[in-house]
């Protein structure tokens, strides 16, 4: 049996899959569908958190950083690629004779762009990871870091309008590397790129988990010591997986911006980084499918309920959130395994108690 679980995950893959990719574009609106592009940018990211976190045991509260990298990079070539050789309107509007900033002029390229989307999160997470894992910075610190890098980050966007849009984002985007956003063929096209690489996500941490490397980060995370003692250095494996997970956010956020329309700092701030967070945990952090369809039950969530009632969504989300960590610790994905269990249970155990009860009124009698 247990060599037939691997299969089971992959065979879970490909129904969801065929679900994403074959049935959602013949079934739902296209108001709908592009909901559910949504909602797979940030899974995309959360699959990358489960890694980290569930297997890692590093709760990465700054995963806003990572998903920003990558949603400015595709939102800047897209918005050069709207004004052509113009300069961006909104910096126009600040200043009618400010030039083209430096670092804006390489975006132009499609080529480079695709590079920046993957580079730049590995080398960022690259070396902010080695300096606080070869530190054995962990726990609470380490989640406080990098929350604290997401607010920074957030608070440095919104200071620089004329580079970045300031709080009002990037946005009003008509072209997607040569296709027009509006066209719904095109629009259907970047949904399916979106689902199509969530899937991707899915099967690289499928292997991941069952790899030599998925035993070693389990272990770091539950007997780092040991590991080292074991002639494993534990801050490598965190950072492996710290990369990766930075690496998948960066995707997400570089669909988000076509699929969505707008890239602003509330959309990769702490708020943002804690929402990625609480879809992760009420999925279930360790396990392959919990990470992406909590995030995707918390991204509809807030599209739903967050719309009409924005003020009792957050209340509502934080209660779900307090009542999965207490009663949940491993999330919605754990409870059929309890129920499995529950169902094995013998009827001669039951009543155990009740005879032990009895046994103990005979004694004192």
């Known amino acids: 049996m247990t ?28 108001h709908w569908l592009n909901n559910l592009g949504k909602y797979c940018c940030w899974a995309i990211a959360a699959v990358g958190i489960g890694l980290a976190w569930g297997r890692g045991g590093m709760l990465v509260m700054g995963q806003g950083v990572f998903f920003a990298l990558g949603a400015y990079a595709m939102a800047m070539h897209l918005t050069l690629e709207t004004a052509g050789d113009r300069v961006p309107g909104f910096m126009v509007l600040y200043d009618p004779l400010a030039p083209l900033p430096v670092f804006w002029e390489p975006f132009r390229s499609a080529g480079f762009t695709l590079l920046a989307i993957v580079l730049l999160p590995v080398i960022v997470a690259g070396v902010l990871g080695y300096a606080l894992f070869k530190r054995r910075v962990k726990g609470a610190y380490f989640a406080i870091l990098t929350q604290a890098l997401a607010v920074a980050l957030a608070t440095l966007i919104s200071s620089t309008i004329r580079e970045t849009g300031g709080d ?11 296709f027009v956003l509006n066209d719904p063929a095109n629009k259907l096209l970047v949904y399916l790129i979106a689902a199509a690489l969530l899937i991707v996500c899915l099967l690289a941490v499928w292997q991941f988990y069952r790899s030599r490397f998925g035993e070693l980060l389990v272990a770091t995370r539950d007997a780092e010591e040991r ?20 690496l998948m956010a960066s995707i997400g956020g570089a669909m ?19 929402l990625m967070i609480a879809g992760v945990a009420l999925g279930g952090r360790a396990s392959l499918f919990g990470p992406a369809l909590g995030a995707m039950a918390v991204g509809w969530g807030q ?23 207490l009663f949940l610790p491993n999330g919605l994905s754990s409870l059929p395994a309890r129920f499995a269990a529950l169902r094995r249970r013998s009827p001669a155990e039951q009543p155990a108690p009740a005879l032990a009860g009895a046994e103990l009124e005979e004694v004192r009698s």
């Open 3 to 30: 060599k037939l679980k691997p299969w089971i995950s992959l065979s879970g893959i490909g129904v969801f899959a065929v679900l994403l990719l074959a049935v959602a574009p013949l079934v739902l609106t296209d």
């Open 256 to 274: 988000f911006v076509p699929i969505v329309g707008i890239i602003t700092p509330a959309e990769i701030g702490a708020a943002a980084s804690i």
């Open 227 to 246: 590991v080292r003692f074991l002639g494993y250095d534990p801050a490598n494996v965190k950072l492996v997986a710290f990369v990766v997970s930075a």
């Open 168 to 178: 009002t984002g990037l946005s009003d985007f008509k072209y997607f590397f040569g």
């Open 303 to 325: 599209s739903s309920l967050g719309s009409t009632w924005p003020d009792g969504w957050t209340y509502i989300l934080g209660l779900l959130f307090i009542v999965v960590i």
